[in-house]
């Protein structure tokens, strides 16, 4: 009897390890890791900001959250000329760190061509990973330890999803328009390419962000869609950003080149004007085809296109879409990756991986990496500064 117990038990011990390693192979199929735990950090709001609204023309309305969920939180507010050079801090909450940056609320539009021959550093979907994001610029001698800008004349392009399923959202959109600023004064430059998800934050779809920023937004007394409409600083400056650009011969895109988009008789120029004056607008399939509706489309346009890896392109559709715009590669994100690729004999580049995030543990542990490009070769470099030629 006791023998049979002792079988029954091992037989019922194998069976739930044997469900055991079948679940977390499915999710690591599905996810790539497992989640097995948040820092409480995430729903600090002490300091939470800042967040900065045009009063009018001349007034700025600078806000910073303050106090917390058990004595009650109130809103820190103040106002300036937006004649005036401000200086700022962001605060991170999970290191109690912070860093500064000078508040400009004027914007231009970018280029959409480069052509100077400097090295770049593309790196992609971040998902508001503060964290990793500011250490792997670090690593690969971007900026130094005290967050300064070091890369000189180089060019960090930034391939969209910058934004949402994480909790430093703020944190990483202020670090951008700091390093934009800095970059500048050495001759050097930051491309804010937008993705899709930051095509939703400014659209009012917020199915990706975390409900810590409906929270402030509350707290703010603001809707969520007013943090980053054209009456917020960081709203007016993304507005302002492109979704394509070509950086010495190479492509840059969140999605990639539908292959109707090579046909189309269309600039890169017009489909950033034509993306820009749809930011704030739902996209939505209509009867008739347009161009327009083949720039913002959910499926093809540039920032949506995941043909690359699930369609059955061939190689000559690939390098038509890439030759359309005299480039000789394209680099894109949007599609999870195991590592940054080359694909269609080097004529697509893709780097969108998996990053840790800053309030999660993760097994196994996320890894960040990007794509270098200098004196015409490409490199995948990792968060440890490391490269290997592709």
Same mark, same amino acid.
């Given at each position: 009897? #006791?023998?049979?117990?002792?079988?029954?038990?091992?037989?019922?011990?194998?069976?739930?390890?044997?469900?055991?390693?079948?679940?977390?192979?499915?999710?690591?199929?599905?996810?790539?890791?497992?989640?097995?735990?948040?820092? /409480?950090?995430?729903?600090?709001?002490?300091?939470?900001?800042?967040?900065?609204?045009?009063?009018?023309?001349?007034?700025?309305?600078?806000?910073?959250? @303050?106090?917390?969920?058990?004595?009650?939180?109130?809103?820190?507010?103040?106002?300036?000329?937006?004649?005036? /050079?401000?200086?700022?801090?962001?605060?991170?909450?999970? !290191?109690?760190?912070?860093?500064?940056?000078?508040?400009?609320?004027?914007?231009?539009?970018?280029?959409?061509?480069?052509?100077?021959?400097?090295?770049?550093?593309?790196?992609?979907?971040?998902?508001?990973?503060?964290?990793?994001?500011?250490?792997?610029?670090?690593?690969?001698?971007?900026?130094?330890?005290?967050?300064?800008?070091?890369?000189?004349?180089?060019?960090?392009?930034?391939?969209?999803?910058?934004?949402?399923?994480?909790?430093?959202?703020?944190?990483?959109?202020?670090?951008?328009?700091?390093?934009?600023?800095?970059?500048?004064?050495?001759?050097?430059?930051?491309?804010?390419?937008?993705?899709?998800? !930051?095509?939703?934050?400014?659209?009012?779809?917020?199915?990706?962000?975390?409900?810590?920023?409906?929270?402030?937004?509350?707290?703010? %007394?603001?809707?969520?869609?007013?943090?980053?409409? #054209?009456?917020?600083?960081?709203?007016?400056?993304?507005?302002?950003?492109?979704?394509?650009?070509?950086?010495?011969?190479?492509?840059?895109?969140?999605?990639?080149?539908?292959?109707?988009?090579?046909?189309?008789?269309?600039?890169?120029?017009?489909?950033?004007?034509?993306?820009?004056?749809?930011?704030?607008?739902?996209?939505?399939?209509?009867?008739?085809?347009?161009?327009?509706?083949?720039?913002?489309?959910?499926?093809?346009?540039?920032?949506?296109?995941?043909?690359?890896?699930?369609?059955?392109?061939?190689?000559?559709?690939?390098?038509?879409?890439?030759?359309?715009?005299?480039?000789?590669?394209?680099?894109?994100?949007?599609?999870?990756?195991?590592?940054? #690729? #080359?694909?269609?004999?080097? @004529?697509?580049?893709?780097?969108?991986?998996?990053?840790?995030?800053?309030?999660?543990?993760?097994?196994?542990?996320?890894?960040?990496?990007?794509?270098?490009? !200098?004196?015409?070769?490409?490199?995948?470099?990792?968060?440890? %500064?490391?490269?290997?030629?592709?």
């Amino acid at each position: 009897m #006791k023998k049979r117990i002792l079988r029954y038990f091992k037989h019922l011990l194998g069976t739930v390890l044997f469900l055991l390693i079948v679940g977390v192979i499915v999710l690591l199929c599905i996810n790539g890791t497992l989640n097995y735990g948040h820092n /409480d950090l995430r729903y600090h709001l002490e300091n939470e900001g800042p967040y900065v609204f045009y009063e009018n023309d001349s007034t700025l309305n600078i806000n910073y959250v @303050k106090g917390n969920k058990g004595d009650g939180f109130y809103v820190d507010s103040k106002n300036y000329p937006t004649d005036k /050079d401000i200086t700022l801090d962001c605060h991170f909450p999970l !290191e109690s760190s912070s860093f500064s940056f000078v508040l400009n609320s004027t914007f231009k539009t970018p280029k959409a061509v480069y052509n100077d021959g400097n090295k770049i550093l593309a790196i992609s979907d971040i998902e508001s990973g503060y964290r990793t994001f500011r250490d792997f610029l670090i690593a690969n001698s971007v900026i130094d330890k005290n967050l300064n800008w070091i890369f000189g004349k180089g060019h960090l392009v930034l391939v969209g999803d910058f934004v949402d399923r994480g909790f430093s959202t703020t944190q990483v959109l202020w670090f951008i328009f700091k390093l934009e600023h800095e970059a500048k004064q050495h001759g050097g430059l930051v491309h804010f390419i937008l993705g899709n998800h !930051e095509l939703y934050n400014m659209q009012g779809q917020y199915k990706s962000a975390e409900q810590k920023y409906y929270a402030v937004a509350s707290i703010l %007394g603001k809707q969520q869609y007013d943090l980053y409409s #054209k009456n917020s600083v960081l709203g007016r400056w993304m507005h302002s950003k492109n979704t394509i650009e070509r950086i010495n011969g190479v492509l840059f895109t969140h999605g990639g080149i539908h292959p109707e988009l090579a046909d189309a008789d269309i600039t890169l120029e017009e489909i950033n004007s034509i993306n820009r004056a749809n930011y704030n607008t739902t996209y939505f399939p209509k009867p008739e085809e347009t161009i327009d509706q083949l720039i913002t489309s959910h499926k093809k346009g540039v920032c949506w296109y995941r043909g690359y890896f699930n369609d059955d392109l061939s190689q000559n559709e690939v390098e038509k879409g890439v030759a359309k715009f005299n480039a000789e590669s394209v680099v894109v994100g949007h599609t999870i990756q195991s590592m940054v #690729k #080359k694909l269609f004999d080097g @004529k697509v580049y893709a780097i969108d991986v998996k990053h840790p995030g800053d309030y999660i543990s993760m097994w196994p542990n996320r890894k960040s990496e990007g794509l270098l490009i !200098e004196a015409g070769k490409y490199y995948q470099v990792l968060y440890t %500064g490391e490269r290997n030629e592709l």
